[in-house]
Protein backbone atom coordinates (compact mmCIF):
# COMPACT_ATOMS: atom_id res chain seq x y z
CA UNK A 1 0.00 0.00 0.00
CA UNK A 2 1.35 3.68 -1.16
CA UNK A 3 2.33 5.98 1.70
CA UNK A 4 -0.18 8.73 1.79
CA UNK A 5 1.48 12.06 1.42
CA UNK A 6 0.82 15.23 3.61
CA UNK A 7 0.58 17.16 0.12
CA UNK A 8 -0.06 15.39 -3.20
CA UNK A 9 -0.03 18.34 -5.72
CA UNK A 10 -0.36 16.30 -8.24
CA UNK A 11 -3.58 14.26 -7.21
CA UNK A 12 -5.22 17.80 -6.58
CA UNK A 13 -4.91 19.25 -9.45
CA UNK A 14 -5.53 16.07 -11.21
CA UNK A 15 -9.22 16.38 -9.60
CA UNK A 16 -9.33 20.08 -10.85
CA UNK A 17 -8.19 18.61 -14.80
CA UNK A 18 -4.75 20.62 -14.06
CA UNK A 19 -6.34 23.95 -13.41
CA UNK A 20 -3.73 25.69 -11.15
CA UNK A 21 -5.82 29.13 -10.62
CA UNK A 22 -8.50 26.89 -9.13
CA UNK A 23 -5.69 24.91 -7.03
CA UNK A 24 -4.35 28.04 -5.91
CA UNK A 25 -7.77 29.30 -4.93
CA UNK A 26 -8.83 26.12 -3.06
CA UNK A 27 -5.89 26.22 -0.90
CA UNK A 28 -6.35 29.87 -0.23
CA UNK A 29 -9.92 29.10 0.65
CA UNK A 30 -8.67 26.02 3.23
CA UNK A 31 -6.55 28.38 4.63
CA UNK A 32 -8.31 31.69 5.08
CA UNK A 33 -11.84 30.99 4.83
CA UNK A 34 -13.67 29.74 8.08
CA UNK A 35 -10.03 27.76 8.75
CA UNK A 36 -10.06 24.81 11.11
CA UNK A 37 -10.64 25.62 15.03
CA UNK A 38 -9.58 23.25 17.67
CA UNK A 39 -10.91 25.30 20.26
CA UNK A 40 -14.75 24.73 18.42
CA UNK A 41 -14.23 21.28 17.96
CA UNK A 42 -13.06 20.82 21.91
CA UNK A 43 -15.97 22.67 23.14
CA UNK A 44 -18.19 20.12 21.01
CA UNK A 45 -16.66 17.16 22.26
CA UNK A 46 -16.86 18.83 26.24
CA UNK A 47 -20.22 19.32 25.72
CA UNK A 48 -20.44 14.75 24.28
CA UNK A 49 -21.92 16.71 21.27
CA UNK A 50 -19.89 13.93 19.34
CA UNK A 51 -21.93 13.71 16.31
CA UNK A 52 -21.65 17.48 15.90
CA UNK A 53 -17.92 17.07 16.24
CA UNK A 54 -18.11 14.24 13.46
CA UNK A 55 -19.96 16.77 11.00
CA UNK A 56 -17.44 19.18 11.76
CA UNK A 57 -14.37 17.12 11.11
CA UNK A 58 -16.00 15.96 8.50
CA UNK A 59 -15.78 19.70 6.60
CA UNK A 60 -12.46 19.90 7.05
CA UNK A 61 -11.08 16.30 6.12
CA UNK A 62 -13.43 16.93 2.61
CA UNK A 63 -11.71 20.09 2.10
CA UNK A 64 -8.43 18.41 2.30
CA UNK A 65 -9.69 15.69 0.26
CA UNK A 66 -10.53 18.28 -2.47
CA UNK A 67 -6.55 19.31 -2.80
CA UNK A 68 -4.39 16.79 -2.14
CA UNK A 69 -3.85 16.58 1.60
CA UNK A 70 -3.90 12.81 1.77
CA UNK A 71 -3.11 12.85 5.04
CA UNK A 72 -5.23 14.78 6.66
CA UNK A 73 -8.09 13.66 4.74
CA UNK A 74 -7.73 9.82 6.10
CA UNK A 75 -6.97 10.97 9.57
CA UNK A 76 -10.11 13.10 9.15
CA UNK A 77 -12.04 9.85 8.08
CA UNK A 78 -10.51 7.58 10.84
CA UNK A 79 -11.65 10.49 13.58
CA UNK A 80 -15.01 11.09 11.77
CA UNK A 81 -15.93 7.40 12.12
CA UNK A 82 -15.49 7.49 15.98
CA UNK A 83 -16.81 9.99 17.28
CA UNK A 84 -19.89 9.33 14.84
CA UNK A 85 -20.12 5.65 16.70
CA UNK A 86 -19.04 3.54 13.45
CA UNK A 87 -16.12 2.92 14.58
CA UNK A 88 -14.05 2.21 18.38
CA UNK A 89 -10.92 4.28 18.95
CA UNK A 90 -9.45 6.79 21.42
CA UNK A 91 -11.15 10.31 21.04
CA UNK A 92 -8.41 12.09 22.79
CA UNK A 93 -5.62 10.12 20.91
CA UNK A 94 -7.08 10.67 17.83
CA UNK A 95 -7.81 14.18 18.47
CA UNK A 96 -3.97 15.10 19.34
CA UNK A 97 -3.15 13.22 15.73
CA UNK A 98 -6.18 14.74 13.64
CA UNK A 99 -4.70 18.12 14.97
CA UNK A 100 -1.22 17.38 14.50
CA UNK A 101 -1.24 16.72 11.01
CA UNK A 102 -3.79 19.49 10.08
CA UNK A 103 -1.21 21.86 11.49
CA UNK A 104 2.01 19.78 9.44
CA UNK A 105 -0.61 20.38 6.19
CA UNK A 106 -1.66 23.65 7.15
CA UNK A 107 2.62 24.54 7.12
CA UNK A 108 3.16 22.62 3.97
CA UNK A 109 -0.28 24.46 2.18
CA UNK A 110 1.62 27.51 3.05
CA UNK A 111 4.89 26.60 1.81
CA UNK A 112 3.37 25.25 -1.36
CA UNK A 113 1.66 28.40 -2.22
CA UNK A 114 4.41 30.87 -2.17
CA UNK A 115 5.63 28.66 -4.75
CA UNK A 116 2.83 28.98 -6.95
Do not use: W
Not at 19 to 32: E, V, W
Not at 37 to 45: E, F, N, P, Q, V
Amino acid sequence: MEEKKLLNTASGLDMLGGDKSLYQMLITSFLTEAPFDDRHLDSLIASGKNDEAGSYVHRCKGAAGQIGAEKLHDEGQTFEDVLKGRKRGDVKSLHASFLAVYEATVRELSQYRTQL
